[in-house]
């Protein structure tokens, strides 16, 4: 098996955007950090050093960690942090795996400036379609000009009621010419006229679903979440955080110079916080072509509410049918309703800025607003068999408290629902035996603040049965509108902001698995639950002990 070593250095990186020198923590020196490139197959060891002031974790987004769920990395959950000064080593296997993926801080907001890409290349360049000619990443992130850290503590401090909009979108981490001082600075992509690119497109926007389109090309769409789709033909990417697309871009317009944009998809009926509004651009540039205009053009955006399209682009999506594709299990052991959104709280004494009469915003799942451990991971305590409420219970219910119309937000004032307004916060666990079928319908909800909540599960990847709008339990026969065939399969599915989702995946991997949001400001507030994988019968099922270096806390 081949090993792949790689070093990460997490540390202070002082860096010029829009006009203003500003320290951010970076790796190995840049933004987005750097790309790792790794074969399916492959063993990855990777040592984390941190030179940083701040506490972190690493977190492989997407990788399924079999047998490995040590080197995972979300605080708290996997691990304790890296404190400043010290390092750990991740490793583990890529196997039954190929296409983009990313890696990025799982430790408070940090994940705004330490990420980068993550690609899975296949065995001997065997790709289900035409070999490209290159393949390029390209990240989509969100700059701040404020210190990141800063803003997270001063949410918390305030109860969630202080904003956070962030200065400007990027393109591997440049803002791009519609911002100030960045004109020069674009992220550009030389092109040769009649080649494909293999663009491997990763939101690590921090909180905001994005459209990602380039003036005068179109796009076929050959992978999602590092799981391969049937070719899909789009002129406009739809991504959420923490999703990733692969789309094939052939070089077939006349030579000249185009732009690639991504804004914000906020979605039609928005009544959530305000969101950067913005555009960020970088050049895509034909080689020796002598037509190179002084303005490239620029592509026509969607509206940033075009749910239309996002919808038409979610949905269009199917898995590509290869003999080594599982097939969608079709008996079910486990079936949860999970509805999700945001709520309130009585403030903690902690947080001195919060509006006591108002209380603290929170977000829950099944009314319970997760809570983070404090001094041991949940790894851990499951793996020393401390699950008896000392850190953590298995009760993680199955069903909200009460079902009602989760699509409207008026009935936030109803007195019969202040128990779902009001969350209850626990650090509770769904307990699944290793080898179960679990199937999941995440219904989003409009009590405070109605949105789309990109949601991520850890560990595995999922199929997608059926996606819609309204109320799950209304939706018409929605058990017969199932794709039971070619589903999408994914780690991240963006659920649509007054709609659901049904997810299914097979829990074959011991461990304990989070599954959150992945709009970076929802996962203090709670809007998180985690899976405990048991272990199985047989040798290759059972959770190995933790490696020497393991941090703790
Ligand atoms: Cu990409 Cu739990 O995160």
Redesign the pocket.
């Known amino acids: 098996v081949p090993i792949i070593l790689l070093f990460l250095i997490v540390k202070n990186l002082t860096i010029s955007r829009l006009c203003e020198r500003r320290v951010i923590t970076a790796v190995n020196g840049s933004l987005p950090g750097p790309t790792l490139k790794v074969s399916e197959g492959d063993t990855v060891v990777i040592h984390v050093i941190n030179d940083s002031p701040y506490n972190i974790t690493i977190?492989w987004?997407g990788i399924f960690q079999k047998r490995s769920a040590w080197a995972d990395g979300?605080n708290m959950i996997t691990q304790c942090p890296i404190v400043p000064g010290n390092k750990y080593v991740y490793k583990f296997n890529v196997t039954e795996q190929e296409g983009t993926l990313w890696w990025?801080a799982?430790a408070s907001s940090l994940r705004a400036t330490v990420y980068g890409a993550l690609v899975i290349r296949p065995r001997n360049a065997s790709y289900p379609f035409p070999k490209p000619y290159r393949e390029v990443p390209i990240l989509l992130g969100e700059w701040w000009n404020a210190n990141v850290v800063d803003v997270e503590t001063q949410a918390f401090l305030s109860g969630g009621s202080l904003s956070n909009v962030s200065d400007a979108f990027t393109i591997n981490g440049r803002p791009g010419h519609l911002y100030k001082c960045s004109k020069n600075h674009a992220y550009e992509l030389e092109v040769v006229a009649g080649e494909t690119y293999l663009l491997r497109i990763i939101n690590s926007a921090v909180n905001n679903q994005l459209f990602f389109k380039i003036a005068s090309h179109s796009f076929t769409v050959v992978a999602v979440d590092a799981s391969y789709t049937k070719p899909y033909d789009t002129d406009v990417v739809v991504i959420a955080p923490?999703q990733t697309v692969d789309a094939l871009m052939t070089a077939d317009a006349p030579p000249s110079s185009y732009y690639m944009a991504a804004r914000a998809y906020a979605s039609a009926g928005l009544d959530g916080p305000p969101f950067d509004n913005t555009t960020t651009t970088a050049i895509v540039r034909y080689a020796n072509s002598s037509n190179r205009p002084l303005r490239p053009s620029m592509p026509s955006m969607p509206a940033f509410d075009d749910t239309r399209t996002a919808h038409r682009f979610y949905t269009n999506l199917t898995g590509l049918l290869r003999p080594e594709t599982p097939a969608v299990p079709l008996h079910v052991d486990e079936r949860m309703f999970v509805a999700f959104g945001l709520g309130v709280s009585p403030c903690e004494p902690s947080q001195v800025m919060c509006n006591r009469s108002r209380g603290a915003i929170t977000a829950s799942m099944n009314n319970v607003s997760f809570q983070f451990p404090a001094s041991i991971s949940l790894l851990e305590a499951h793996y020393n068999g401390l699950d008896d409420g000392a850190v953590y219970t298995s009760d993680f219910p199955d069903n909200p408290p009460v079902m009602f119309d989760f699509t409207d937000a008026k009935l936030n004032t109803d007195p019969t629902l202040t128990a779902l307004l009001y969350t209850e916060k626990g650090t509770r666990v769904k307990k699944v035996k290793y080898g179960a079928t679990v199937e999941v319908v995440l219904q989003n909800t409009a009590m405070i603040g109605a949105e789309n909540h990109p949601l991520?599960l850890?560990g595995f990847n999922f199929f997608v049965l059926a996606q819609g709008f309204g109320n799950y339990n209304n939706a018409t026969a929605a058990r017969d509108s199932y794709n039971l065939v070619d589903p999408q399969v994914r780690n991240t599915i963006a659920v649509p902001l007054r709609g659901w989702a049904v997810i299914r995946f097979v829990a074959n991997n011991p461990g304990v698995w989070?599954m959150?949001c992945?709009l970076e400001q929802h996962l203090p507030l709670g809007l998180a639950m985690a899976f405990e994988v048991e272990d199985g019968t047989t040798p290759e099922s059972v959770l190995p002990p933790p490696p020497s270096d393991f941090p703790t806390c």
């Open positions: 977190h987004h979300p990025h799982h923490g991520h850890h989070i959150h992945h």
